[in-house]
Nanobody, 118 residues
Framework: VQLQASGGGLVQAGGSLRLSCAAS????????MGWYRQVPGKEHQLVAT???????NYTDSVKGRFTISRDSSKNTLYLQMNNLKPEDTAVYYC?????????????WGQGTQVTVSS
């Protein structure tokens, strides 16, 4: 499975962006997909996830502002980001989690830069 993220850019504080992650290929073992972000010198931070059953999870700092969704017919994951803040500035990565038995594995897309100016 290859993941291709897009939609990043430069936006003023309070603005909106929608990230997309197009998946090519398929893996029936994928149980959830999500978005992570990373700033220089720090680890990846979970932003939001969505399971194959549609259950969503968000990190506290984005609750009420970001919405994760997916379109199975287009094999695409989205992250709608509203009311963006300068602290949301990061490289955003899409991710897919799967497992074979007890062994987890994952796919990563390339990052897309989001920059929020104050």
């Amino acid at each position: 499975v290859q993941l291709q993220a897009s939609g990043g850019g430069l936006v003023q504080a309070g603005g909106s962006l929608r990230l997309s992650c197009a998946a090519s290929g398929s893996d029936s073992r994928i149980s959830s997909m999500g978005w992570y972000r990373q700033v220089p010198g720090k680890e990846h931070q979970l932003v939001a996830t969505i399971t194959t059953d549609g259950v969503t999870n968000y990190t506290d700092s984005v609750k009420g502002r970001f919405t994760i969704s997916r379109d199975s017919s287009k094999n695409t994951l989205y992250l709608q980001m509203n009311n963006l803040k300068p602290e949301d500035t990061a490289v955003y990565y899409c991710n897919a989690q799967a497992r074979i038995g007890d062994v987890p594995y994952q796919y990563w897309g390339q990052g897309t830069q989001v920059t929020v100016s104050s």
